[in-house]
């Protein structure tokens, strides 16, 4: 109670120093001329009305609240690429408006925001557009941080970015890439909080999404997936086609699926790593083929699925699938290893390091004993009597699942920076409405499972949670003392504190 006291008094004291600036209208230009009449820490009171906006308004420097008259009654559609609402100041906030759009409703670049009582849809169209957008591209912290909560989204995602993006495989932009020393904070508020939220997944692809070092908690949500409509409501991506590295972090409880579609898979995590617990998946469509249907936890296709680099990147751990020496003749263009018994052709597009002379290719065939490989970049580009090879297709790869911190700075370049390991953890969660597996599966893998990821190295399975993990305070403090006035019937778990 005491706790309670003083941030009730803070929020007093703040909001008697900050002024209401009432717009003339719900239209662009006269919020706009609000914006511009307030000073920091102000709230912009935007009125009832229903209207079209051809341009979005922004905070600028100034701490700003806007407040509209509530959903269904202060209601905007956007017509153009523009964001509707853009905050670049911590501790901004939106509330109580219905926005339509035809592209995206709210961006963010600052920490500590709030977007609240908002209803969100996509006007129109099969392609999935943002409800909010934590830009982080350009920020020198990692990622940004804040509270989405008691949201109802249709047809649009809520997509976190950080400062992930490192130009070219090599990693060449170094500052893409220091931030990933950071430590991974899971269990604190250092994240795009996504909370009490509906969402309907309308359209094919997800609802909450992150990239590039983005880090996100999805809990107390209520997911529904239409029929007809495949995709993953939860996902994350892994490092992609221009080098931009992964998802950083993904906190996933207490949440409720339902998927009508008859090709529904609830969860798909490329790379990060985290942990997913208490959440309830109901529905029919399940689909579960080949977890990620040959994509890795990286992002990357997998050698044997006729595409990537996987085993040639030198960022990735490239440890060895197979080993030995090669005692077939001298100057030979084929590896033979005598002691082997391989499958005909099991490790086509694996790639073959020659560690004696530098060189190394991607494997076209093989018999039981035999490689065929075009090697390039060594001192004699082909195999001699006693040369040591490896044969990999990159396991461990940088940035998927199960793979935490760098243990220092990306240089711009070799050696790369190791990563450690930090296994991710999936416990308690529940199938259809009597707790039972969909019919065929025996184990619970959703996405998670795939080429790479390694069972009790990088994801740990109904043994418990994660070793020192305590999720953060339920509701989130940002929220406000409101918060047990909205949702009286939920009570904070069991050694955490109903702050707010």
Known sequence: MKLLSVIALLIFASAARAATINAASASQADVAAAVTAATSG????????????????????????????????????????????????DGSSVSGFTMSTLQNCITVYANDTVIKDCTMTLASGPTLKKAVYYDGRNYAGGWYKGL????????????????GIATGAGFTTVPGTTWYTKPLGLGTDDAMYVEDCTFTMSVQGNVVDAEYGGAYVFRYNTVTVNSGISGSPIECHGILGGGERAARKWEIYENTVTGLGSNFRPVLMRGGTGVMFNNKFFGSGWSFSNAEGGVDQAGR????????????????????????THDGSNNAATLTDSTK????????????????????????????????????????????????????????????????????????????????RDPAYVWSNIYDADGVLPAGQATWNVALVGWYTTDNTDIFRNVGAKPGYSAYTYPHPLRGVEASVRNPGRRAKAGRVLTR
């Open 42 to 89: 102000d709230t912009v009171a935007v009125p009832a009305g229903t209207v079209t906006w051809t341009a979005g308004v922004g905070t600028g420097a100034k701490v700003i609240h806007f407040v509209g008259a509530g959903e269904g009654v202060t209601n905007i559609t956007n017509t153009t690429s523009s964001y509707i609402f853009t905050l670049t100041t």
């Open 148 to 163: 989405i909560h008691n949201c109802t989204i249709t047809g649009l995602h809520c997509h976190t970015q950080g400062n």
């Open 301 to 324: 296709l997998h050698p044997l699925q006729g595409a990537g680099d996987n085993g040639g990147e030198p960022y990735d751990g490239n440890n060895a699938s197979q080993s030995g």
């Open 341 to 420: 018994s391989w499958t005909t052709n099991q490790y086509v597009r694996y790639m073959v390091y020659n560690l004696t002379d530098g060189s190394r290719g991607r494997i076209t065939a093989n018999t039981g004993t035999t490689a065929t490989v075009t090697l390039t970049g060594g001192t004699d580009n082909d195999f001699d009597a006693g040369d040591s090879y490896k044969i990999t297709a990159g396991y461990p790869l940088r940035d998927q699942v199960g793979m935490g911190t760098d243990d220092s700075l990306a240089t711009g370049g070799n050696p790369y920076p190791t990563q450690t």
